[in-house]
C-alpha cells in the first residue's frame, strides 16, 4: 500500500516503513550469500576465495546501479510528497527511459572490463578464474539488476516497501532451488551460482513490476508521460549521477583495500570474504534506517515540512545507535559459529583472521549509523552532490588507510581501514546537515514574519 510519510508520529512511520526494507535487505544479501555458502561446502576453499575476491568489483558496477535507481526515485518521492500526479507518472516515465539507455552502456563496459580489473587487483592465480567465470555472468546479467532496483525504489519512493519485499523473498527461493539445480546437478561450478543470481533476479523484477503498474493508478503510464524533456531528465541525472557515482567512489575504495587483502594470500581472502558476509547481513538494519530516512525526507521536503524532517532524522539517529550496539555484540559473541557457515571445517587460523575483522567493524558501527541517517537525510532533500563529495573523502580515508597501516599493522591495519572511513566522513556530513537544517529553519521563519508596512512620505507642493 501506499504510505504518505508527511503525517503521523515521525519515528513510528520511519521504523514501520524500515521494517519490510530490513526484511528484504536480509533477503538481498542471501543472494550472494547462499551463493558464497553453497560454493564453499561443494567447489572447495579456492572457489569460495574466487568468489568473495570479486566483492568490490560488484559493488563497483551494482552500487552504481543502486544509487542511480534511488536518486531518480527522490525527485519521485518529492513529487508524491507534493501530491503532483503528473509529474510523479512523468517521473517514473523518465527513470525507466534513462535507466534503459545506461544498462546498455553499464553492461558491456563491465564485462570487457572484468578481467582487467580482477588483473589490477592483484587476484591471486589459484583463485582468479573462479573470480572471473562468475562475476561475469552477474555483469551480463545487469538488465535484470537495474530492473528490480528501480521497481523497488519508485514503489518505496510512494511509501511502499511491503511488495519488494515479498517477490524479494520469493526470488531468494528461487535462487536457492537454482544455486543447488547449476552447482551440484548439473555441474557448472562458480558460473552456475551467477546465472542463479540473475535468472532470480530478473523473474522478482518482472513480477513486481507487473504487479506494480495493475496496482497502483498512479502509476499507470500513457504515451504522454514517455515524451523526454532535457530539462526533467537532467533533474533526475541531477541526482541520480551523483549518487550512482558515490557509491562507486566507495567502491573504489574498497577495491584498494581488496588488493591490499589479496597479497596476503588466499587464507586471508577466505576469512575477509566471510567476515564480509557476516558484516553485511548484521547491519542491514542500518540501512533499512538510512533507506526509510531517504523516503520520509524526499515526501516531507517535498511537502516543505522542514521542522519534521529535523524531528524524524533526530529519532531515528537515536534508534540507530541502540541498533549499532546490538550488531557489535552479535559480531562479536557470534563469529566463529557464523563463519562456520561459509567454509567447511574452518581452520582455527581463518576463524581467527575472520573475529580480528568483526571486531574491529563493530566498534565502530555507530559511526557507520551516522552515514546511513545523515547521507540519506542529505539525499532525500536533493544534495546528492555533496554526499559525492563525501563519497570521495570516504574514498581518500580508505585508500590513505589500505596503503599506510597495511604497511605498519599488517592485516590490522585493513581491519582498521573501513573505521577510519567511516569517522571521516562523518564530519563531513554532520557538519553540512546541521548547517543546512539550520538555513532552512532559518528562511522558513524569515518567510513566516509578518512583512513590515514602510509608510510612504508625501510632499506638499508649494512649501519650501
Known sequence: MVRNLTKGKP???????????????????????????????????????????????????????????????????????????????????????????ITVVLTLASVFSAMPLLRIMQTPEDIIQYSYDYIVIVFAGLGATMLYNLVSSILRSLGDSKIPLIFLIIASVINVALDLLFIIVFKMGVAGAGWATIISQFISAIACAIYMFKKYEILRLNRRHFKMSLKFCWQHLNIGLPMAFQYSIIAVGIMVQQSALNTFGTLYVSAYTAASKIDSIVTQALVAMGSAVATYVGQNYGAGQIDRINKGINQAMLVSVALALVSGVIVYFGSNLLTGLFVKDPSEEMLALSKRYLFWQGVFYIGLAVIYIYRNGLQGMGYSVLTMVGGVVELSMRVVASLLLVKVLDYLGLCLSNPCAWLGVDVLYLASYYVIIHNKFKRKALVGMPKVQVKKHTHSKGIA
Do not use: H, W
Not at 11 to 32: D, E, R
Not at 83 to 95: I, M, P
Open 11 to 101: 519515528l513510528k512511520q520511519i521504523i514501520f516503513f524500515a521494517l519490510p526494507i530490513f526484511i528484504g535487505n536480509v533477503f538481498q544479501q542471501l543472494y550472494s550469500m547462499v551463493d558464497n555458502i553453497i560454493v564453499g561446502n561443494t567447489l572447495g576453499e579456492n572457489a569460495f576465495a574466487g568468489v568473495g575476491a570479486t566483492t568490490s568489483i560488484a559493488f563497483l558496477i551494482i552500487g552504481f546501479v543502486q544509487g542511480l535507481t534511488a536518486g531518480f526515485a527522490v525527485k519521485t518521492s518529492q513529487y508524491f510528497g507534493n501530491q503532483d500526479e503528473e509529474n510523479v507518472k512523468r517521473s517514473v516515465a523518465t527513470s525507466f527511459v534513462l535507466c534503459a539507455i
